[in-house]
């Protein structure tokens, strides 16, 4: 793919995270709802345009190695740092007994901590509440295992094997919600098997882009996300019951064919928006992993400005349900989730440059 078409890439990623950030936000139902019809199938897709055909072990191997690299290594190291964190942010106020993603947390023991550890090394859970949506690196983790295992099944096929895996992946996705019991392991997989296809889509799709991307596809694209969002009157996301995933799936691939579509658009007429969205889309874990946390800081400055008890700070992911004169306390909520883990990412890469000068001359 040429550097005009990753840059296009790294602005449909930008976009995506931007609304996932403001779908968190507690940000207007009807906003909420249309971010939910694409925007975590779009990152799973623009991860595959960029896959290479796996025709051996050692390709798969390399693969493999680049998924640890780049999914489990970065999941461990940010779920051990907010783990060793977590009795600090107890005493002061981030979490507390009251509040929280399921109800409210307390101290950790330490074998409390050693119990947490061991399911972020080995099964990619336990991870705190604060980096909530780490689902998604799980997820894409399976994804890519599951794809390099049948891709060495399938590694006779000699044409449109990937086409192949698309269809069985999203027809296995269907099977285990039907079928399969409720525990956590089959929600991963089948998170995982939806997962792939998104991401074997955009392998294959991105080959047939002279059909979708203009702006005939980008019409019809919309009219089916038009169609979608008055379809889905409660809303819906990839989580969906095995009834509801293939209009899901229409919806989402529809959302991120239009979001790539838009993002070349922007690159080309508004050239001075892409600096800064190259920089958000080349940042999105940062993002990811750090919105959770400064909306806490957010709420603090919400519970100061309208007298509200500081304990509702811990409320996951903001503070819900409460009077306030302003409605819009949402966009401060989204500008600061994105913003603010930024400059804390550069911050951080200021200081350790100046401390590499410093002492690794010596």
């Given at each position: 793919m040429g550097k005009n078409n990753c840059n296009s890439i790294t602005i449909a990623k930008a976009i995506g995270i931007i609304l996932m950030v403001v779908g968190h936000s507690g940000c207007p139902q009807m906003l909420s709802k249309f971010i939910y019809l694409f925007h975590m199938p779009l990152f799973f897709f623009c991860s595959g345009i960029f896959f290479s055909e796996l025709n051996g072990h050692k390709a798969a191997i390399q693969f493999l190695k680049k998924r640890i690299k780049g999914l489990y290594v970065p999941f461990v190291k940010w779920s051990v740092l907010f783990l060793l964190l977590h009795n600090l942010l107890m005493s002061v106020g981030i979490y507390n007994t009251s509040y929280g993603y399921e109800g409210g947390s307390s101290?950790?023991?330490?074998?409390e901590m050693v119990h947490k550890l061991i399911g972020i090394l080995f099964t990619m859970h336990d991870y705190e509440e604060l980096l909530g949506g780490f689902w998604f690196i799980r997820a894409l983790f399976v994804s890519s295992i599951l794809i390099v295992v049948f891709s060495l099944l399938l590694k006779s096929v000699s044409k449109y094997k990937y086409e192949i895996l698309c269809v069985f992946f999203?027809?296995?996705t269907i099977v285990i919600r039907r079928f399969a019991p409720d525990p956590e392991?089959?929600?991963?997989?089948?998170?995982?098997?939806f997962g792939a296809f998104f991401y074997m889509s955009g392998y294959f799709l991105?080959?047939?882009?002279?059909?979708?991307?203009?702006?005939?596809g980008?019409?019809?694209?919309?009219?089916?996300m038009i169609v979608s969002f008055c379809h889905f009157k409660d809303g819906i996301s990839m989580?969906?019951?095995?009834n509801k995933v293939i209009p899901f799936?229409?919806?989402?691939?529809?959302?991120?064919?239009?979001?790539?579509?838009?993002s070349k658009q922007l690159e080309i007429r508004m050239p001075f928006l892409t600096r800064s969205l190259y920089y958000i889309g080349n940042h999105t874990l940062e993002i990811l992993a750090l919105h959770f946390l400064v909306f806490r800081f957010v709420s603090y400055l919400f519970t100061i400005i309208y007298g509200i008890d500081v304990v509702h700070v811990a409320e996951h992911p903001v503070i819900k349900d409460i009077v306030c004169p302003s409605?819009?306390?949402w966009i401060i909520y989204s500008v600061a989730g994105i913003v603010i883990p930024l400059l804390l990412n550069r911050m951080w890469k200021n200081i350790v440059n100046k401390m590499w000068k410093i002492y690794g001359k010596s």
């Open positions: 101290y950790y023991t330490l074998s999203l027809i296995i392991f089959w929600r991963d997989i089948s998170m995982g098997t991105m080959q047939y882009r002279h059909y979708w991307h203009n702006i005939t980008a019409i019809f694209c919309l009219i089916t989580g969906c019951g095995y799936t229409f919806s989402a691939l529809s959302g991120t064919l239009l979001t790539i579509y838009f409605g819009y306390w």
